[in-house]
């Protein structure tokens, strides 16, 4: 049975380890110091689980199964234990078919209490350690263990008195801070209106990405539409439907039962790219420098397509397969023929489907690309609804022709400059130096006055009609594009171009950039460029900021600063954001500068680490060789979150200020931020004082 259990657990954990890139931390702990009397005290532990996750009774039926909760006390002359741990909390019982048991375990919530007797009047701490695994249906976590520590206070009183505790690392032979492994993070009470006020915020910024996502989709879609291999369909398509049908009313519904084919279609495909990608891949699409290299490739053959040079089809046998089902009638043949729709429309829709899914990926997680088909899939399907129900809009369309291939032509330079994204990432990632900020920008403002110019008539492709004159629409858009060109040009001597923040270089990144020497001047040279460890070549608007934790962990000591450790990428869009709109903020760069050590470290910087410097991580068993690796680890293994940006604040003894944060444009917020972790670090160099 020992042998069973083992092979039990190593399955379990393997489903975790195969997952590493998704870091788990499903359980919150959290302590309460209750006085009951004058002499009995009682100690309540609550841990709070994520959803589908359960923590395992202290009592199971046999020891053959997972492990149970074990909680042990230090010994002191200055109380007693009385009794056991009770669990305060409803107990599931239920049979488990991995370890063929039935198993004592918690949902949702645990509450566990320790009743003292207290031998004294004054003040004294009570030592305690959980011992304790988490599991749901598919994985388990490897055991944790966990040390508190409760301060009982002097006087007895009725109130409820809530503590602060902290998670301390359990003994490791592991001397790398960037290799050292940290429990699952516990948060005390006092700590729990802005903890829960921080994943609300989590869950907001993920609800607007996927709403963003969508109305991207959406509006492909409409361009989609567009395009000379699917708006004539438009119109013989309805017209297939309103004549070949019996009623109007039947008509109505097969063209909406067309337009949900559609819809199931894309949406299907989006399914699929996450199902064969996976989440994990998905999530780190955006920092692989091959993904991106591969995307830049695949962007530039997107727009060569659209301009002209050649056409993308799919084999003619797959068309001519589905063409055949599609005369089978009812709803399989209707089925096929919005099928047949998706394989004809593919030179025009590929593209920009294309670009959908990468910006869904990198953006939204392993709902992302089902979320951007759906939203290009609706506004596809929708005209098909709409004009068989109401046929008589069939003669406002406007008649097919040459502004169908100008369509195309417009979405080829856009494929263009999206493609320059691309590459920049991996420029930067390895420091190449031939995408720099300047040369982006140049290109972005050549290739949208070529589009203000092709617009206005005065540049033709090969398979573009004569433009006898110009309209009001191609009109409004050669201004917007001229408009967009005067905003960027300013952008080559240093302006910061908040409108499109994320997508040039850093305003760090320019000619003559190197490791060693930095260019921006937005904060004055100050005394802080001779301290070792200081690097402003890398800084946004040439703070003083560190690169390596250590050197920063140990300069802030010396200065008496808080650390603000800035968890960043090279390709990180957001990032950028965050330091071009929070960043650049006058109280939010004072601030950076001269009231806390910034350590900016890069998760994907592919310079490469010394030999004796490698390693192998504890945390996901990989070969960290890249600067970028240790990083990346350092965060993993440390914060339990491998998503950036992502800013902590830490004291001297490398203890969190409050709740680190994630993307949040607003300024205000920011400023909160970081002026609640200068007050708390005042706080507790006074107590210690």
């Not at 107990?91 to 048991?101: I, S």
């Not at 997680?365 to 098909?384: D, E, K, N």
């Not at 003083?544 to 390709?571: E, L, N, R």
């Amino acid at each position: 049975m020992m042998l069973k259990k083992t092979l039990t657990l190593i399955v379990l954990s393997f489903a975790f380890s195969i997952g590493f890139a998704q870091i788990f931390n499903p359980t919150k702990w959290s302590t309460q110091v209750k006085t009951i009397n004058e002499s009995e005290i009682e100690l309540e532990f609550t841990a709070k689980l994520e959803k589908g996750w359960h923590l395992y009774s202290q009592f199971l039926p046999s020891a053959d199964g997972p492990i149970a909760t074990e909680f042990k006390f230090g010994t002191s002359k200055l109380f007693l234990l009385s009794g056991k741990v009770k669990e305060n909390s409803k107990v599931v019982k239920e049979y488990d078919p991995n370890f063929e048991m039935e198993l004592n375990f918690f949902k949702d919530k645990a509450i566990f209490c320790q009743k003292i007797i207290r031998k004294t009047n004054d003040a004294f701490k009570v030592s305690a350690t959980v011992y304790f695994m988490v599991c749901d249906e598919t994985k388990c976590l490897p055991p944790e263990e966990l040390e508190f520590e409760f301060s009982i206070p002097a006087s007895a009183s009725n109130a409820t008195l809530e503590t602060t505790t902290s998670a301390l690392p359990t003994e490791t032979n592991n001397t790398d801070s960037a290799a050292a492994e940290e429990p699952v993070e516990v948060v005390a009470k006092t700590e729990k209106v802005s903890e829960n006020a921080a994943i609300a915020n989590t869950k907001k910024e993920d609800d607007k990405s996927l709403l963003g996502i969508f109305i991207a989709g959406f509006l492909g879609g409409l361009l989609a539409l567009l395009t000379p291999c699917v708006f004539p369909m438009i119109p013989l398509t309805v017209s297939f439907f309103t004549k070949q049908s019996k009623t109007r009313a039947k008509g109505i519904i097969n063209a909406l039962i067309y337009g949900i084919s559609i819809i199931l279609i894309y949406v299907g495909l989006g399914f699929s790219i996450t199902k064969i990608l996976g989440p994990d891949a998905l999530n780190e699409m955006a920092s692989n420098v091959w993904v991106n290299l591969a995307f830049f490739i695949i962007f530039m053959v997107f727009a060569m397509s659209f301009l002209g040079a050649f056409e993308i089809t799919l084999p003619s046998s797959w068309v001519n397969k589905a063409d055949e089902k599609s005369e089978k009638g009812g709803l399989i043949g209707i089925f096929f023929m919005a099928f047949t729709l998706s394989l004809v429309s593919f030179s025009c829709t590929g593209p920009i489907i294309g670009t959908l899914l990468v910006e869904a990926a990198v953006n939204g997680g392993s709902v992302g690309p089902i979320t951007g088909m759906a939203g290009f899939s609706f506004a596809l399907a929708l005209p098909f609804g709409l004009f068989a129900a109401f046929p008589g809009w069939l003669n406002s369309l406007p008649k097919s022709g040459g502004w169908l291939n100008s369509v195309k032509v417009v979405l080829g330079l856009l494929e263009l400059a999206l493609a320059l994204k691309f590459f920049s990432n991996v420029d930067l990632a390895y420091h190449w130096g031939i995408l720099t900020r300047e040369i982006f920008i140049a290109l972005w403002i050549i290739i949208f006055a070529v589009l203000g110019f092709y617009l206005l008539g005065k540049i033709k492709f090969s398979h573009d009609s004569d433009v006898p004159y110009v309209s009001i629409p191609r009109l409004l858009l050669a201004i917007l594009s001229f408009s967009f060109v005067v905003y960027l040009i300013p952008g080559m001597w240093g302006a910061p171009l908040k409108l499109i923040s994320g997508f040039p270089p850093p305003m760090f990144y320019t000619e003559g950039w190197s490791l060693s020497t930095g260019t921006s001047s937005s904060v004055s040279t100050t005394s802080t460029d001779t301290i070792d460890g200081i690097d402003k070549s890398h800084c946004p608007h040439n703070l003083p900021c560190f690169h390596d934790y250590d050197k920063a962990k140990a300069y802030a000591k010396q200065v008496g600063k808080p650390i603000m450790v800035d968890f960043t990428g090279w390709s990180c869009v957001n990032c950028r954001k965050m330091e071009d709109k929070v960043w650049i903020d006058p109280r939010v760069m004072s601030k950076l500068a001269n009231d806390y050590v910034l350590v900016s470290l890069y998760v994907d910087d592919k310079t490469e680490l010394k030999e004796n410097e490698k390693y192998v991580s504890k945390t996901t068993g990989k070969k960290v060789k890249t600067v970028g690796n240790k990083w990346s680890d350092f965060q993993t293994a440390r914060f339990k979150t491998n998503s950036q940006p992502w800013y902590v604040l830490l004291d001297h003894n490398e203890q969190e200020l409050n709740q680190p944060v994630g993307y949040d444009p607003n300024i205000d917020l920011y400023l909160n931020f970081l002026d609640e972790g200068l007050k708390e670090f005042k706080n507790r160099n006074a107590n210690h004082q």
